[in-house]
């Protein structure tokens, strides 16, 4: 917020995520997802683009997730809403680009957070155990620094990650070796 009672930008961070096999998981769960993730994102989005448009432009910053990129396993509902905020954003910063609206898309990897403790199951429980991979991840002081630097610099995308950021060449130079590794990756 601005001092003058204007917004600038706005900051999407919202996370549900789930642990399960889509076709096990409860309809309710994978709504929840789509919901928590892509439709509140979007209905923030409209209710604050025409101040944006009147003031000559703004920022959205979007974080998304890898996931959003490379789908994987046991993230079926995850993986659809953020794919919908990626097609969301991506369009939106196109067709308003010329009223000075930005977006900035962070797609980030394993961050050492409690997103696996608190992911749910099939029937929305709490899985209530840490993923290694998240536990192994980046600190998320350096993801938010990363974060931050790239806001500032006015990227349109930023992938902050360690090594599964490699994925996202391999998906796309590679499809058909990804969708073989990708079966074998070992989550929870």
């Given at each position: 917020?601005r001092l ?13 995520a ?14 929840g997802s ?11 989005t ?25 789908p994987?396993?046991?993230r ?22 010329d009223?000075g609206?930005?977006?900035t ?14 992911a ?12 290694d ?9 350096r ?11 006015g ?30 990756v070992?989550?929870?």
């Open positions: 917020l003058g009672g204007g917004v600038d930008g706005g900051v999407h961070n919202d996370g549900s789930e642990r399960w096999r889509g076709g096990e998981t409860e309809r309710a769960v994978g709504r789509m919901e928590v993730n892509c439709v509140g994102a979007v209905a923030l409209k209710a604050v683009l025409p101040a944006f448009i009147r003031q000559g432009g703004g920022r959205f910053v979007v974080v998304t997730s890898l996931v959003g990129e490379l994987t396993p046991k079926s509902a995850y993986s659809a809403s953020k794919h919908a905020l990626h097609g969301f954003f991506e369009a939106l910063r196109a067709e308003e680009f009223n609206v930005r977006v898309l962070v797609l980030p990897g394993f961050i050492r957070t409690q997103v696996s403790v608190n749910l199951t099939a029937d929305g429980g709490a899985q209530g155990s840490m993923d991979l998240q536990a192994n991840g980046m600190d998320p002081v993801c938010a620094r990363r974060l931050v630097e790239a806001v500032q610099r990227r349109d995308q930023v992938i902050i990650a360690g090594r599964e950021g490699a994925g996202l060449y391999l998906k796309r130079w590679s499809p058909a070796l990804y969708r073989r590794v990708i079966r074998k070992k989550v929870t």
